[in-house]
């Protein structure tokens, strides 16, 4: 089972995409906690990660490309997996499809979470107090907003086009329990097997 989360910063994807790979038990592959990891190493490379980041930049495509395809290729991931905040750009998609047909890997189901802009920023001030993400900030959000439409919404474009069929819309302005339920509604029976 191959799973896509999409959706702007602040709504949700992290959260639901962790609860929806502890329920059907395959892993949920966040590249910013993967990043953010890395950020620990403190490194040269760690150094320019961060700063990126901080300023709610993109980190490069091969960067994160290489990040992905090592994971992939993980054990855990043979029974399947969630990406969550990778594919960003042009460049990781068409990336991603390539190791997807070149291993005879297909995509199960997509779901993008839909949110009104006014509780993006109260979610995601909220989450700041507690997380302490410098890319919290109210003018750095505004970057990561405007990274997403430019970047990443003509992704999700695409990708609904390609699989009209398994291309989910779940509103994200919901409670997270309310929004689970959408998302697991949406997942077949068949999906929760061990
Ligand atoms: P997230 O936790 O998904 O909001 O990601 C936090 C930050 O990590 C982003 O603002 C980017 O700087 C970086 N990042 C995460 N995933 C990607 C990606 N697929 N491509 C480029 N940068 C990424």
Redesign the pocket.
Known sequence: MILIFFGP?GAGK?TQASLTAKKLNIPHL????I??DKLLEKDSLSMKLKN??DS????S?DI?NEIIVNRLKQPDCQRGFIL??????IF?KIFLINFLESHDLLISKIIELSIDEKIIIQRIKSRSNIENRL?DREEIIKT?MI?YFQETKPLSDYFRSKYPNDYHIVDGNQYIENIQDDIFKILKNDDFKP
């Open positions: 910063p992290g966040s590249t910013g906690d990043l953010r990126l980041m709610g930049n993109l980190v495509d994160l969550d905040g990778y594919p960003r750009t990781q890319d990561r990274k």
